[in-house]
């Protein structure tokens, strides 16, 4: 039955994509509070997560192909490539980080409520709040949203730059 659906989501997520669609199928079936059904001590993933996988894969298909994140893909492959893999302390949770993640946060408002916000603001406050992170499953999550506010500003100059383009 696995083999059936881990097909079908290999076939949404496109050629040459089988190995991401595996992990994320193996993501989803071994996180609990993703998973939606029963079948949690399989360990090989059932067809919920496989087709969830599969359709997750379609959706985030056009970006790993090409833009922000084939581009942050390719320098993580550069990064191992050069340094290996990499096991460095977190360095989290001084109280100085906790004291900036909050004085981020009311100079984000404030830029925000004069129409002056940046992402150099928003960026910012992301990453101080993930400084001030000392549980590693708050900091991983703190640490996503500054990855998806780098791929989204990354997004914003691609956007500006083929508009000045087109312009020019």
């Given amino acids: 039955m696995t083999s059936y659906y881990s097909a079908i989501a290999e076939r949404m997520a496109g050629p040459g994509r089988e190995q991401l669609v595996r992990k994320l199928a193996e993501y989803h079936h071994g ?6 059904h029963e079948y949690i001590e399989r ?3 059932c067809s919920y997560c496989w087709l969830r ?20 893909l390719a320098e993580r492959a550069r990064q191992d490539a050069k340094w290996g893999e990499q096991n460095h302390p977190d360095g989290t949770k001084q109280i100085m980080y906790g004291c900036l993640a909050r004085d981020w946060k009311y100079i984000v408002e404030a830029a925000a409520a ?5 992402w150099r603001h928003v960026l910012l406050e992301e990453v101080y709040e993930a400084l001030a992170e000392d549980d590693a499953a708050k900091l991983r ?4 949203q500054v990855a998806a506010t780098a791929v989204c500003w990354i997004e914003a100059i691609d956007r500006r730059t083929a508009t000045e383009a087109d312009r020019g």
């Fill in 141 to 144: 999550a703190e640490l996503v």
């Fill in 114 to 118: 004069k129409g002056k916000l940046t």
């Fill in 53 to 72: 996988a599969g359709r997750a894969m379609q959706i985030v298909g056009e970006h790993l192909v090409a833009g922000p994140l084939a581009d942050v």
């Fill in 31 to 36: 996180n609990e509070s993703l998973h939606m």
């Fill in 43 to 45: 360990r090989e993933p």
